[in-house]
């Protein structure tokens, strides 16, 4: 069973892609919960996945932070497989544009990907945290579509899975 649904696809004129989705998670105000990706000329170049609620009185920020990297560092990341691409094509780039190899970063595929929880008024009065995964500006993007919606499915089957949504209820 598919966590993505309400799919939309936009194209732009520019060569810009935007997909907007949902998951379907246990504790989602799915009107709050859209997620999104952009992508240029046929890469994800940054996405930000809606994960849901947790509980405060369940969960420390500390824990969920923890089990989201530790989820990040068991999922197939698609980035790592494409070291020799990505190298290619810094190699491009600085020989078109003189950029200083030396000062691009190269980390970790999940370090360039940022747990966040968010707060929201509303909900955290609530006693709830947003939960978000995201990514802004890889250089270079190497994702594809497909491959990036795999990681999504992964990504939040083994989130589910990592939290008690039975004590959800605040």
């Keep these: 069973m598919s966590r ?6 936009y194209e732009y ?14 504790k989602a105000p799915h009107e709050d919960l859209k997620s999104s990706a952009t992508m240029k000329d046929g890469l ?22 923890e089990t989201m990297e ?10 790592t497989r494409h070291r020799a691409e990505r190298q290619k094509i810094i190699d491009e780039e600085v020989d078109e544009y003189g950029l200083d190899p030396d000062r691009i970063p190269d980390v970790e595929a999940e370090d360039e990907i940022d747990v966040k929880l968010g707060y929201d008024p509303h909900w955290g009065e609530l006693g709830f945290y947003q939960i978000h ?17 795999d990681f999504v499915e992964e990504y939040t089957d083994l989130f ?3 939290f008690d949504w039975e004590e959800t209820d605040g």
């Design 160 to 162: 589910v899975d990592a």
């Design 4 to 9: 993505i649904y309400d799919r939309h696809r």
């Design 13 to 26: 004129p520019s060569g810009k892609v935007s997909l907007d989705f949902r998951l379907d998670v246990p």
């Design 44 to 65: 994800v170049d940054d996405f930000e996945l809606r994960l849901g609620l947790l509980s405060q009185e369940q969960y420390t920020a500390d824990e969920i932070r």
């Design 133 to 149: 995964l995201k990514c802004h500006s890889f250089f270079p993007p190497v994702w594809r579509e497909d491959e990036f919606m």
């Design 70 to 79: 530790e989820i990040l560092r068991q999922a197939d990341l698609p980035r």
